[in-house]
């Protein structure tokens, strides 16, 4: 019998500002984004929310899949990566919101 394989699963959603400035965040960090195992699962545009729990506004929805947390953590915490987010995405985004983060 195989392991059991887990994966850390976080679902955001955002409100693009400049849609230009976010697909060159997205290009720049997606390589270094792979290095940690990671992955876009889903990713969509949003043309109407019906229901929210928060007022932000959402116009992107995104599933992004780690081997594990830590994984995650590391990606997100790399000085690399924290350039191309103080770059491209926070000028570029305004509201997010975390849907949810969870393993499977």
Avoid: W
Avoid at 40 to 63: C, G, H, M
Avoid at 69 to 94: I, K, L, M, Q
Wanted: charged share 25%; hydrophobic share 40%.
């Amino acid at each position: 019998m195989a392991a059991e394989s887990h994966r850390h699963v976080r679902i955001i959603g955002l409100e693009i500002r400049d849609a230009e400035l976010y697909r060159r965040y997205r290009e720049q960090m997606t390589p270094l984004l792979h290095t940690y195992g990671g992955a876009f699962a889903y990713d969509f545009t949003v043309a109407e929310v019906l229901k929210s729990e928060t007022p932000a506004p959402i116009q992107r929805v995104f599933v992004m899949r780690f081997p594990n947390a830590t994984a995650a953590e590391r990606f997100f915490a790399d000085p690399a990566y924290r350039a191309v987010r103080t770059e491209f995405f926070e000028p570029a985004v305004g509201c997010i919101t975390k849907i949810a983060e969870y393993d499977e």
